[in-house]
């Protein structure tokens, strides 16, 4: 069985940082692309970054081009997303999943990330 | 303001059959690239219902079909249940190398 479970989520001060991990079972995780996606409070979904199954390609949406990094460790079936210059309008939960034709056909159950003062 | 658009909502009576529609542009679903559609209870994670334009992953109903044409998607449930009221997303990859999503669709039965 596919699972993806996310971690690292809590409230944090503007300007502060997080890191995000998301450890994956039940699939190959080093064949596959994976994707962080993110929700706002009553939003709708946007999507985060992307990073291939052996790292050699990375996108970033523009809203977090420069203060995000994802990264992933094969070895340890994790997916991880560093965020630093954390700003309110980050406040979401962040979902990681599983990349199919960049979508996401499975998700973790997500983790929220609450940026305030 | 989302690169995909979908109409806020929609409704249906039971039994009935509603379709959502996603219009994008020549940059994304119009350059070719599959549109995938996701269904959303709310407190919960997106659950893909339709991948690549049309086809359904395994153990989502056939009242669940989707279609493509030119720079359009569309979504449509048919023999509606109770249980299908959610938020339905549309989405798709862009040439500017993003993966884009539609604003939502809130489905009451």
């Known amino acids: ?7 690292g989520g809590g409230l944090v001060k503007p300007g502060g940082s997080l890191r995000l991990s998301c450890a994956d079972s039940g699939f190959t995780f080093s064949a596959f692309s994976m994707n962080w996606v993110r929700q706002a409070p009553g939003k709708g979904l946007e ?3 992307s990073i291939s199954s052996d790292s050699d390609f990375i996108y970033y949406a523009d809203s977090v ?5 994802i990264s992933r460790d094969n070895a340890k079936n994790s997916l991880y997303l560093q965020m630093n210059s954390l700003r309110a309008e980050d406040t979401a939960v962040y979902y990681c999943a599983k990349d199919l034709l960049h979508g996401g056909d499975y998700w973790g159950q997500g983790t929220l990330v609450t940026v305030s003062s | 303001q989302s690169v995909l658009t979908q109409p806020p909502s929609v409704s ?3 039994g009935q059959r509603v379709s959502i529609s996603c219009t994008g542009s020549r940059s994304n679903i ?3 690239y599959g549109v995938h559609w996701y269904q959303q209870v709310p407190g919960t994670a997106p659950k893909l219902l339709i991948y690549g334009n049309s086809n359904r992953p395994s153990g989502v109903p056939d009242r669940f079909s989707g279609s493509k044409s030119g720079t359009s998607a569309s979504l449509a449930i048919s023999g509606l249940q109770a249980e299908d009221e959610a938020d339905y997303y549309c989405q798709s990859y862009d040439s500017s190398q993003s993966v884009v999503f539609g604003g939502g669709t809130k489905l009451t039965v």
Do not use: Y
């Open chain 1, 1 to 7: 069985e596919v699972q993806l479970v996310e971690s």
């Open chain 1, 47 to 49: 999507w985060v970054s």
């Open chain 1, 65 to 69: 081009k420069g203060r995000f990094t």
């Open chain 2, 12 to 14: 249906g009576a039971p």
């Open chain 2, 30 to 32: 119009g350059a070719g």
